[in-house]
């Protein structure tokens, strides 16, 4: 667990590909469920309740996944899906985890102070090093630039972002 745990680590530094992943659905969906389980806290910490903070990640999962299995699909690519997918995942569920002391500090209240504000501040960052993480991972994915995988990033979390608060913004 611990090597598991230094790898994604390294992935986030963009220091490791997807690729060093072994292709296993098993722990395909041990990331699942830790990318599910960390998004019901960090929903949890932002105010939301844990069945909205459940749905959102179900969806967005769904939508990442989809887009993901088609886009390799299309490019006979599929062979690169699991472990693509849990990269993704265990990014997600890293970076998620990094999220909640910046969340605590309740950058979307009413609050306006100095804390909410760094929170605020630390957050933007997260945003930017997960769409660059993002972007490595499809780098490598699809044998592109890193900026042509921060786009679509970039592109995907515009989408996923409106589809979800559409869905769900009103539970």
Known sequence: M???????????????????LPASEMLLGLVLAA??????????TA????LTSLL????EVLL???ALYVALMQLKLRARFLQSATALLGSGALLGLVAIPPLSLNPTGSQENDLAALGAFLLLGLVIWGILVTGHIL????????????AIAVAFQIVAVTLVTSLFGNL
């Not at 990318?35 to 949890?44: F, H, Q, R, S, W």
């Not at 959102?56 to 969806?59: H, L, P, T």
């Open 2 to 20: 611990q090597a598991l745990i230094k790898f994604f680590v390294e992935l986030c530094l963009l220091r490791r590909p997807p690729q060093d």
């Open 64 to 66: 990442m996944m989809t």
């Open 139 to 150: 780098r490598h994915t699809f044998s592109i630039t890193l900026g042509q995988g921060s």
């Open 47 to 50: 105010g939301l309740s844990w």
């Open 35 to 44: 990318d599910l389980a960390v998004g019901i806290l960090v929903g949890i």
């Open 56 to 59: 959102q990640g179900v969806a």
